[in-house]
């Protein structure tokens, strides 16, 4: 029986049934075939186009299942980008506008059965702040790569350049000032200056004196005579010796301020707001995943994604889980344990664990291997060092 004419009542209908959403269940992925009924469906899964792809499937399902799953994330995370960028909002209702496109990824091609499944999914990953309430599940988009966190990143880096000007320029006028005061111990030290000029009072009177030494002739300026210092008298000589003796003692001093400037300038560049790195062992503090037993559990992070995520394997069953880094926390190892410097001027390097203050909550670490081995620092934050596997 052949088809009905394009212009028919018969074919309009058909159209105008096929224009619309169908149920999902009638709905081949593989072919991107939608049918209106079981029985159509069934005589689809039965020719031979549709076997020939079920074939292709049969050689490698999990990637195909994978493409389908990251094709549907995405168009899902982009429509929430757009959409509901800064706004809270039901999942049902983000996933009832992707499903207004009949030509999406449908969920049943993917690797999650329901939509719980999926914002739970969203949830551990890190991509959405995920609520369970009596409304249904809520979801709400974590911005990282916004322009505004741009620019504030870019304003705070900017303000902490310029409060490290300020500082060097109030270290060098004071270095001076010491310099001046060490060289001349009778003479009082200058005052600091003054961003406000001394008051200057108009009626009174400026002198000048202009001298000139003149030659024979009246007529020809002698150049002005230029006084060199001479050799200093006995008890001058001693004084300078004391002085030089004295400044030797101070040498250690300033190689100890060479190395906290040093310091600081590292801990400016070496301090990150994200701090996970691979090989650590961190404690899953995250109160969603309380019910499935990972609150308050241990694992080692195997992979780092986009800096914040980190994929945790779990020391006592071995499962992987991808969670925000403001869901974990650092683990502190017993004393003479390793370490890692996750943060700070000595960022990325190993150390031995001496000490614990349990009162400021800091550490004492010795540096192991590197360019800084042997190097101890006294107050660590428990933050910024972490258990290694």
Known sequence: MGKNEFLTPKAIANRIKAKGLQKLRWYCQMCQKQCRDENGFKCHCMSESHQRQMQVFGQNPNRVIDGY???FENAFMDNLRRSHRFSRVAATVVYNEYIA???????????????????KYLGRIGKCKVEDTPKGWFITYIDRDSETIFKDRLKNKRLRAELADEEK??????LQIERASSSNPNQPPPPPPSSDPAPIDPNAKVAFSLSMQTTNSDTEPKRPKIAFDEDPEPEKAEKKRTAGGSGAKGGSSALEELIREEEKAKERSNRKDYWLCEGIIVKVMSKTLESKGYYKQKGVVKRVI?????????????HLLRIDQEELETVIPQIGGLVRIVNGAYRGSNARLLSVNTEKFCAKVQIEKGAYDGRVLQAVDYEDICKIL
């Open 69 to 71: 799953s990251e094709e």
């Open 101 to 119: 496109d009949r030509h999406h990824i449908h969920m049943n091609s993917t690797q999650w059965a329901t939509l719980t499944e999926f914002v």
């Open 169 to 174: 320029q109030e270290r060098a006028i004071a």
């Open 306 to 318: 986009d800096k914040y995520v980190g994929e945790i394997e779990m020391l006592e069953n071995k």
